[in-house]
Nanobody, 122 residues
């Protein structure tokens, strides 16, 4: 299984971006998917997750601004990011694991994507 994240870029504060993570393989629908960010000099932290059945879960810092969704026909998970803030600047990673807890905690995740840079200017 391989994960390919894309969609990052430079945006002004208040703007929007949509990240995508395409998963290779035929078992995507069985995986819970997560998004994490890592800012320079900081540890990786949880952003959002979506279970195999489509239930979303968010970090408090992004509730009401970010939306996670999945398209099983396209083997893709999305992260719609609205009302972006400079503090959202980070490399964003997608994660895949059959177990939902793993894609919330980031511990023991089976597969990680390579990351995509999001930069929000003030």
């Amino acid at each position: 299984v391989q994960l390919q994240a894309s969609g990052g870029g430079l945006v002004q504060a208040g703007g929007s971006l949509r990240l995508s993570c395409v998963v290779s393989g035929r078992t995507f629908s069985r995986y819970s998917m997560g998004w994490f960010l890592q800012a320079p000099g900081k540890e990786r932290e949880f952003v959002a997750a979506i279970s195999a059945s489509g239930s979303p879960y968010y970090a408090d810092s992004v509730k009401g601004r970010f939306t996670v969704s999945r398209d099983n026909a396209k083997n893709t998970v999305y992260l719609q990011m609205n009302s972006l803030k400079p503090e959202d600047t980070a490399v964003y990673y997608c994660a895949a694991d059959p177990r939902f807890l793993e894609v919330v905690t980031g511990r023991g995740v089976d597969y990680w994507g390579q990351g995509t840079q999001v930069t929000v200017s003030s």
